[in-house]
């Protein structure tokens, strides 16, 4: 068995990954690395294929195409599994937890599986549920459940930590207190590979993110940078003045609506110039003056819309 | 399962050996903080025994050699008690621990398989076990019940039907598309089966039902217990005929459950 550890600094990397069900694509040559100690993400709308790429990560499903290499191991050979899931967390989109365990026991009842488990009181305090330890997992709020399906991800000390979809169902404070959970624990070390179809969770936690369509990688990089987001449009808004026509705007706009001017640049320094000179040599003030970059979720939406439309007749899947 | 209980023992090491000890400590605690899946198994059949005992239990059977039908409800009952654990019992618990993500997520751990595989097994078995005692001493005390002749036909049948009912439990959890309708498929099942095995009313031996039921193991399950038993004269303790029975649709189910055994939800 080789485990090239140390050699290689990505501890997941995937190549031309292919993976199909009845004839459809799940996942269609997908490739991204993932670097040790850092939180990469899989964002795109429900099958896209983030669920079925990470569990070829995890070695839960074979793959038909591509290379796949975990921690220096293929998850796809069964010899490899066990050694691999001493190494890895895992917390999936349901809560998989006995509702009728407490919150000790379930912990306890886990760390079992593992060679080096981490202190039960020390996960308990982690995950923020000191004063919950005696009760059941039942009467846990979601917010709480998750944060226990989180410490059980990390009671076996995983080097690489798998959440799918953390947050969905949670409300603003529970996601809030779930994401400090993960900063946490990526500042501890571990890597964490997320998948989401929440472009402010990518953008909150994700040093780098894949944006997935139809299976298919259409975007990789910093959150900051996707789809040309630090370079590209900026769309600068405001008021027409009483008395001045559009066409006597230093700048042709690129719509006039109900007297809202808007102007769509990729030089928004020159242009602001432009107009604010004017607007002072002509004594005009220009009411409502606003200035956009294009956000995340205009990037997300138009990088994924096709699958957008589809999804709203279309089951979860 | 019912295999891989037999075939693991001889590769187990001692780490998996304290994995499955470990994890059939936390199988029992599930068992009996999940009161429901307690009361329908242990309580029901010691439930019902006491209360056919108290009511029907005195009058005598003359096509059992006109022995009191209580005599026949202890067999019975033993009978019962093993079949809901394994069979009724088992097969809830793996749909729902298949549908909320429980068993995709044991997977996903460094448990091995053949461990919980393993540990469920045992667990299910001590289940039956503990069963089995209460119901012997309630006769036994309450009834005056005679204890089985045949101990060692008594501890075969007991193995036989544990692995065999256990392999159907798992067989049938296969087919089964969801938690909701989980208790339901098995109850109505395993209750048209006793009811057609004459558990509350012995059968004829040559009636229509009694025909029809030969094709099942339910009631060569009930036979095989009764024999130890050794109420009728010239019926011997080891009733092979119908281990064999059991043991066939044992062995069918664990066919069945190796090749449809699911970890992940099915709705994914």
């Known amino acids: 068995m080789t485990r090239n550890e140390g050699l290689k600094l990505s501890t997941i990397s995937v190549s031309n990954l292919r993976k199909t069900y009845k004839n ?9 690395e993932v670097e040790r100690g850092e939180v990469f993400a ?5 099958g896209a294929g983030k669920t079925t790429c990470i569990e070829i990560l995890e070695g ?35 809560l998989a937890v006995e509702s009728f365990f407490t919150v000790r026991q379930v912990l306890e009842r886990n760390a079992g599986f593992y060679p080096a488990p981490r202190p039960i009181d020390e996960v308990i305090a982690l995950v923020g549920l000191a004063e919950k330890a005696d009760a059941k997992v039942k009467k846990l709020s979601g917010g709480q459940q998750r944060r226990l399906d989180i410490g059980l991800g990390i009671i076996g ?27 946490t624990l990526s500042g501890e070390g571990t890597t964490v590979l997320l998948s989401s179809h929440y472009m402010d969770e990518v953008e909150a ?23 040309g987001r630090d370079r590209g449009e900026v769309a600068i808004r405001f008021i027409l003045p009483a008395g001045i026509a559009a066409s006597d705007l230093p700048v042709t706009p690129t719509s006039v609506d109900a007297s809202v001017v808007e102007i769509n640049t990729n030089d928004e ?21 606003d200035v956009t970059r294009k956000t995340l979720e205009d990037v997300y939406l138009a990088l994924t819309h096709e699958e957008f439309d589809d999804a709203k007749g279309a089951a979860n899947g | 399962m019912a ?42 059949s010691v439930l019902f025994l006491v209360m056919l005992g108290a009511s029907a239990g005195q009058s005598r059977v003359p096509a059992l050699g006109n022995i009191k039908l209580i005599v026949y409800y202890v067999p019975g009952f033993v009978a019962y008690g093993i079949m809901s654990a394994c069979f009724t019992t088992l097969a809830i618990n793996l749909v729902v621990r ?37 119901l012997l001493i309630i006769g036994r005390f309450g009834y005056s019940v005679h204890l089985p002749v045949s101990w060692a036909a008594f501890a075969l049948v007991l193995l036989v039907g544990i692995v065999s009912f256990s392999a159907m439990g798992v067989a049938i959890s296969t087919v089964i598309p969801n938690q909701e309708t989980a208790g339901p498929v098995t109850s109505i099942i395993f209750f048209v089966l006793l009811f057609l095995a004459g558990l509350w009313f012995p059968l004829g031996k040559h009636s229509g039902l009694a025909k029809f039921s030969n094709y099942f193991p339910v009631l060569h399950f009930i036979k095989a217990i009764d024999a130890p038993f050794k109420f009728q004269p010239g019926v011997s303790p080891w009733a092979w005929h119908d281990i064999l029975i059991i043991a066939l649709w044992g062995a069918g189910s664990v066919l069945v459950a190796l090749r449809k055994f699911k970890w992940s939800p099915r709705r994914s």
């Open chain 2, 3 to 44: 295999e891989a209980a037999t075939t693991t023992r001889r590769h187990l090491l001692p780490r998996d050996v304290r994995l499955v000890v470990h994890q059939v400590r936390y199988e029992q605690l599930a068992f009996w903080l999940n009161r429901v899946g307690a009361i329908f198994t242990v309580v029901f």
């Open chain 1, 157 to 183: 000390r995983p080097e690489l930590l798998f959440l799918d979809e953390p947050t969905t169902g949670l409300d603003p404070g529970a996601r809030r207190t779930t994401w400090e959970l993960i900063r």
């Open chain 1, 205 to 227: 936690l994700a040093k780098r993110v894949a944006v997935l369509r139809r299976g298919q990688v259409v975007a990789t990089g910093p959150p900051a940078s996707l789809g």
């Open chain 2, 98 to 134: 298949r549908e909320t993500g429980q068993l995709k997520r044991l997977r996903l751990s460094p448990l091995p398989a053949r461990v919980l595989l393993v540990a469920i097994f045992v667990s299910t078995a001590i289940v039956s076990l503990v069963q089995v005692v209460l």
């Open chain 1, 42 to 46: 899989l964002l795109g709308p429900n």
């Open chain 1, 24 to 32: 459809v694509d799940a996942v269609d040559d997908v490739s991204f």
């Open chain 1, 269 to 289: 320094v020159v242009v602001l110039n432009e107009i604010t000179n004017w607007a002072l040599q002509r004594k005009v003030t220009l009411t409502g003056l």
């Open chain 1, 60 to 94: 839960f499903l074979h793959r038909d195409g591509g290379d796949v290499q975990v921690l220096g191991v293929d998850p796809g050979q069964r010899g490899q599994q066990q050694w691999l899931r001493t190494r890895i967390g895992v917390v999936l989109q349901e």
